[in-house]
């Protein structure tokens, strides 16, 4: 990495300081082989939605709101009522001068299309008529692909020095400026300090920027796209594992690089407007009556659906539940998919009962899979790796070592035919060859990817002493404790597609972008553990003896389930397995036949060949609807259709001693939820910042991301085809509701010790509310960090009834 001490001056240290915030203010972006979805407003939490939205329209261009259609069309369909708009309007920061007629005015009239403030580069290309600004991303893109080429390319870039040291050498030898009319730019960057944070300060120096150069920096990484994202990536995990890392401020520095060449060729005829520009950088970003106003809508929509989820949370539940031992228990992950598959698993039979808990059941596994030494990060990325995990090989080692050259061979292979020398006549001789391949995967008949066999096993390094620690925490956080089942389901789940870049998108986001079937198995074979559940048992924690846990992993995209009954010993009775396998063969048809309502041409019939056509840019729908976070016991929502949008995590406060597993639950799941929710938001509403653009025109790059056809910049956050279907928007861009059934004391208390989350509450990227023992949503938490009463119909005049 480069030398981070170069800014030794108070000028220096004040544009350090303005650098580290600027790239701070970037979301990360995790590669392709595991993605996650991320808050894109992760570095404007600790700033309100309002301001937030007056920033990204000055450095970005765009609203944080949909077009006024949108709410106009739901306010004359009765979907938002005057009470939402009167409800948002007193909890806004619109001021007095906007009343309710005031409001509904605003509906009829669309704002003014809005532009960000130029870069130099802008201002250059308006001064000259040429595109720079293409011409930037194009290089920068170029490098970018090689530098961080995470196997993809045959001849890997060297990262010899770090990435600015890197890119020096490249674009001091690159021709395409040059040959562009960027006369001199090789030489321009062989003059440039040798370190990154020398750069940004002489780069201020010519541009003028003092040492304040206020949203800039800022601003140009948001010109980079996805590169700053997955930079910003790099450094995030980096600082998880105690490290420090300096990549998006290197790449800070080479975007300021370019600025500074414009700059200085162009300079007589941009300088009177980059100056009009650097003032507008330097004031603080203030929301204008349009953003104020767009604010109150999406917030009058949020109260809308608040409302509905209220009155659907206060009807008498339709579950028939027979106050016997359930037959099958299942836990699921918290996902929004398994509510559907959960409400129609529990239709098949009164003896169901299910649960939800994060995907990755509590175990941080780091795991290598078989026949790899690749280790698989499967947990939440806010998190570390507590236990390590390996797939089982120690009866038939032969069978490993002949899977890795298998491996080794195929590689070798995939080299061959994309060599610089083979490849020209590889196509010729070899394609009759691939005919029957491509005729069967075309047609959809090609084999799907199987989990691993191979059971995943503990390191041994972990003890027994551990071993029953982890089960312990495990049960009590999920309220398993008592009134356990004959079979006991543990469902992580994955997602089964093809041709599609974005798979690991579509898989468990608490298992870091992977399937949830190696932790589910791990959790399973731990609880069958004798000598644990005696352990257990002397804690207070009794299983009974004819319990058994069961792995499984639900498919979201055919909603299949795969039980992994193989990995019990002694072997499951065949009638209670068919038994099971005929509960879930069920549930997944009533969920199919659910799911076909939202997704583009779908029936029921054609959802497991959906999977395989290469074709289709929509095999689900993923989160697409994610609204609400319900934790609670599962009695509240049984037999209510949340129509797969809420996570639903099982909580029951009365047996949370000191209220540790609540604050697991705001400072963990909560917080992976609002990421999620948050990315769709930022997708729908601000594709062109947040949305990873069309699916059709997607190439992938460095095995990492994928750009809109054949370079430029990286595109991060979800594609277009997962917030829309072509004709409207199957995401409703909506903030998250967080729903707790807790004391709200005691939430508040979490709250004061960790500001972080307390941060998206009082700043308006989540509402929080709390249920009362009856399961009914009670009172709502004020930005004012005071708890109001809740009241669906008139939440407009309620009035303050306890300090937060």
């Known amino acids: 990495m480069a030398d981070t001490s170069s800014f030794d001056t108070l000028h220096g240290q004040a544009l350090s300081r303005a650098a580290d915030k600027a790239v701070r203010a970037i979301p990360p972006a995790w590669p392709l082989t595991a993605t996650v979805a991320v808050n894109p407003f992760l570095g404007q939490s600790t700033e309100n939605f309002e301001t937030t939205a007056a920033l990204l329209s000055r450095i970005g261009g765009v609203r944080l709101a949909l077009p006024r259609k949108h709410y106009a069309d739901k306010v004359a369909a009765g979907d938002i009522t005057d009470d939402d708009l009167l409800a948002a309007l007193h909890a806004s920061r619109a001021g007095s001068d906007l009343d309710l007629a005031a409001l509904k005015l605003a509906l009829t009239v669309e704002p003014k299309p809005i532009s960000a403030l130029p870069t130099i580069a802008e201002l250059a290309a308006r001064a000259a008529g040429k595109d720079w600004p293409a011409l930037v991303a194009d290089r920068i893109g170029a490098f970018a692909a090689g530098y961080f080429d995470e196997g993809q390319a045959l001849w890997a870039a060297s990262r010899r020095n770090g990435l600015y040291a890197a890119w020096r050498a490249f674009a001091m030898h690159d021709l395409t400026p040059e040959i562009l009319g960027l006369k001199g730019f090789g030489g321009h960057v062989s003059d440039t300090p040798e370190t990154p944070q020398a750069a940004i300060e002489r780069a201020a120096v010519s541009l003028s920027l003092g040492a304040e150069p206020g949203s800039y920096f800022h601003q140009l990484l948001l010109t980079l796209g996805g590169w700053a994202q997955y ?42 407007e980059w100056r009009r520009v650097r003032k507008t950088h330097a004031e603080p970003a203030s929301p204008d009556a349009d953003t104020r106003i767009d604010a109150v809508l999406q917030q009058a929509a949020e109260r809308a659906a608040q409302r509905k989820l209220a009155s659907l949370l206060a009807a008498p539940s339709q579950a028939k539940v027979a106050e016997i031992r359930p037959m099958l228990q299942a836990a699921f992950c918290i996902d929004v998919r398994s509510e559907v598959f959960r409400r129609a698993l529990e239709s098949a039979d009164s003896g169901i009962r299910t649960l939800g808990f994060a995907g990755f059941f509590g175990l941080g596994a780091s795991h290598r899979g078989f026949a790899s030494d690749v280790s698989e990060h499967r947990l939440p990325v806010l998190l570390k790796p507590s236990v390590f995990t390996c797939a089982e090989v120690d009866r038939d080692k032969d069978v490993d070592r002949q899977a890795r050259f298998t491996a080794r061979g195929l590689r070798a292979w995939g080299r061959f035919k994309l060599a610089a020398v083979s490849s020209f006549a590889f196509v010729e001789a070899m394609g009759p060859v691939y005919a029957a391949k491509l005729l069967r995967d075309g047609l959809g008949f090609g084999k799907a990817k199987r989990p691993d066999t191979a059971k995943p096993r503990f390191s041994a390094s972990l003890d027994f ?73 002397v804690k207070g924690l009794r299983i009974p003896p004819d319990t058994v846990f069961l792995a ?80 609670a016991p599962r009695s509240r929502t049984a037999g209510r259709s949340l129509d797969g949008q809420v996570f639903l995590h099982d909580y029951v406060w009365r047996k949370d001693e000191g209220f540790k597993i609540l604050e697991l639950i705001l400072t963990a799941p909560v917080v992976v939820a609002s990421w999620i929710s948050l990315q769709y938001f930022g997708s729908s509403v601000a594709p062109s910042l947040f949305g990873a653009g069309n699916k059709l025109l997607h190439n992938v790059v460095g095995g990492v991301g994928v750009v809109e056809g054949n370079g430029g910049n990286l595109r991060a956050g ?23 059934e807790a004391p709200k004391e005691a939430i508040s208390e979490i709250l004061q010790r960790h500001p972080n989350v307390r941060a998206l509450f009082d700043n308006g990227w989540l509402s929080l509310f709390t249920l ?16 109001v009463e809740f009241s669906p119909v008139a939440a407009g005049t309620a009035r303050v009834r306890a300090a937060g």
């Open 552 to 631: 499984g992993l639900h498919d979201t995209t055919t909603d299949a389930v795969t039980l992994f009954a193989d990995d019990v010993e002694p072997a499951i009775a065949a009638e209670d397995l068919a038994r099971i396998r005929h509960w879930l063969a069920l549930a997944g048809q009533l969920t199919r036949a659910e799911r076909t309502r939202k997704l583009p041409r779908a029936k029921a019939s054609d959802v497991i060949a959906r999977s395989r056509d290469w074709s289709e840019v929509r095999p689900e729908l993923g989160l697409a609807g994610c609204r609400a976070f319900i934790a």
């Open 772 to 787: 009362d023992d009856r399961g009914q949503m009670a009172w709502r938490y004020d930005e004012n960090r005071t708890w």
């Open 465 to 537: 002493d551990q071993r029953a620690g982890i089960a312990e925490t495990v049960l009590k956080a999920m309220s398993l404790t008592e009134g356990f089942g004959r079979y006991v389901l543990i469902a992580g789940h994955g997602a089964n597609t093809v041709n599609n870049p974005y798979a690991s998108a579509l898989h468990c986001g608490a298992c870091g972008g992977y399937a949830g079937d190696v932790n589910a198995r791990l959790l399973a074979d731990l609880l069958n553990d004798r000598a644990v559940r005696e352990r257990l048992a």
């Open 718 to 740: 979800l594609p277009w085809q997962s917030v829309h279907d072509g004709e409207a928007f199957v995401h409703e861009p909506l903030r998250l509701t967080v729903a707790l």
């Open 231 to 272: 930079a910003r990536h790099i450094q995030f995990k980096a600082e998880i594992s105690g490290l420090s890392d300096t990549t998006p401020l290197e790449l800070l520095a080479i975007r300021l690089v370019f600025e500074e060449a414009l700059y200085l060729r162009h300079r007589s005829a941009i300088e009177d």
